[in-house]
């Protein structure tokens, strides 16, 4: 029996793959997206609409979902939205080697700027699915889930609610999760037919006034962030299969990795050619998760500096005794703007990354990508010896999965919201 992408999505792949994006495609990219896609391949997309460490998310999901349907996905930018709203669209390919994501999950993707000019102004087409519309039945009027991305590409899209059985959980429960299988299974003849023939709900196009059925050459979804197997917040948990098979596999570009390791080498001191020494990164989020502390008082309801402390001492203490690592320098990432509590965090001999003071630093500052913080913290705390973070949150618990997976190094997340929340 020959071996699918599918029968591959369960283990790894026996021998590295060649890249070759341009095998899925008949050429340059073109003013109309269909004129580039081959009539042997399907394909499968989606978009994007939440801060940036959701999004990675949601595009493993997509990938996951490419894997388990025998698809080629293609992968949108990402939006500067939650970055630098001044800031055109990053290229997927230019923060995550996808040459080496390729490789390492036995199948291509394509970008979306290599299947479509980015300058042309045509308007395509296309009918996708709805999931949003479904798993937010409990409002009153749901609506699929739009996306900046769909203006930029120019798509105009036909949105056509999916099933109820796509659902994760029961309908009586609100948590806006569906299933990669049930999601998967529309991408095939049978489960395809059979939900158009229920008539289900349509939503014409915008600029063209046109009702399609979801397309089966492009299979697409709105919204894949909320999707998982078997329990919500899936990314979460160690058998993850989206993390498991996908995103493990999201590797930093070398050039996002080299100017990261800059910074953090000019953050600790470290001079000439001295190798960067083993640290542990720390991701502290308070922000907006102040809004979710329900009447405890700020400093009541995030984890003090001491009790942040008291984790990384027990970071430290199992790379000691379980790699015999010794991670002195502590390095900081954190979206608190109180100048006392950064006090404190010097006080305690920990450092971090003054992107101000780097600014006046051209040689840095000005490397493209290097100038937004948020994709340089994300490296930094992947590449700690161990890692502490915010529970709750996603780029921690991205920097937990990494530093387990790519150093077999320590995590803790911290509980929050009393003042007694984290003790163990």
Not at 100 to 117: F, M, N, P, T, Y
Not at 361 to 386: C, K, T
């Amino acid at each position: 029996m020959a071996t699918t992408i599918s029968d591959r999505a369960l283990r790894p792949p026996a021998h590295p793959t060649i890249f070759d994006s341009q095998s899925y495609v008949q050429g340059p990219p073109t003013q109309r997206f269909r004129d580039n896609l081959r009539n042997d391949t399907k394909y499968i997309t989606s978009w994007t609409s939440a801060g940036w460490t959701n999004d990675v998310i949601t595009y493993g999901n997509l990938i996951y979902l490419a894997l388990i349907t025998d698809r080629i996905p293609i992968i949108p930018k990402f939006l500067s939205t939650h970055i630098d709203p001044s800031a055109p669209p990053f290229i997927f390919g230019d923060v995550i080697d996808v040459p080496r994501l390729s490789r390492a999950i036995g199948i291509h993707l394509l970008q979306w700027h290599e299947v479509k000019d980015p300058k042309s102004q045509l308007f395509d087409d296309l009918g996708c699915w709805s999931v949003w519309e479904t798993v937010q039945q409990h409002k009153q009027i749901p609506e699929p889930r739009q996306s900046p991305s769909l203006n930029l590409l120019k798509l105009d899209i036909s949105w056509t609610r999916t099933p109820p059985w796509v659902e994760l959980t029961s309908p009586s429960k609100q948590d806006n999760h569906a299933s990669f299988w049930s999601l998967a299974s529309l991408g095939f003849p049978e489960a395809r037919e059979s939900s158009l023939r229920l008539s289900p709900t349509n939503h014409p196009s915008t600029h063209h006034y046109l009702s399609l059925p979801p397309d089966d050459h492009v299979l697409c979804f709105d919204f894949l962030y909320y999707v998982s197997a078997h329990h919500t917040w899936e990314w979460e948990l160690d058998y993850s299969p989206a993390w498991r098979f996908v995103g493990r596999h999201m590797r930093w570009t070398a050039r996002m990795e080299g100017i990261a390791d800059m910074h953090v080498r000019r953050a600790m001191g470290v001079l000439g050619d001295e190798p960067t020494p083993p640290y542990v990164s720390i991701h502290i989020r308070h922000g907006d998760f102040s809004e979710q502390c329900e009447g405890v008082p700020i400093d009541q309801c995030f984890a003090s500096l001491p009790v942040i402390a008291r984790r990384v001492s027990e970071v430290q203490d199992e790379l000691r005794t379980r790699k015999g690592i010794d991670a002195t320098h502590v390095l900081m990432t954190s979206d608190e703007t109180d100048p006392e509590w950064w006090d404190g965090v010097r006080a305690l001999g920990w450092t971090w990354v003054d992107y101000e003071a780097e600014k006046t630093e051209e040689n840095l500052w000005e490397m493209a990508l290097g100038r937004y913080p948020v994709f340089i913290d994300a490296i930094i705390q992947s590449h700690g010896a161990g890692f502490v973070g915010t529970r709750g949150s996603t780029m921690s618990t991205l920097a937990s999965r990494r530093v387990e997976s790519w150093h077999d190094g320590a995590t803790r997340l911290m509980r929050w919201g009393t003042p007694s929340a984290d003790d163990h």
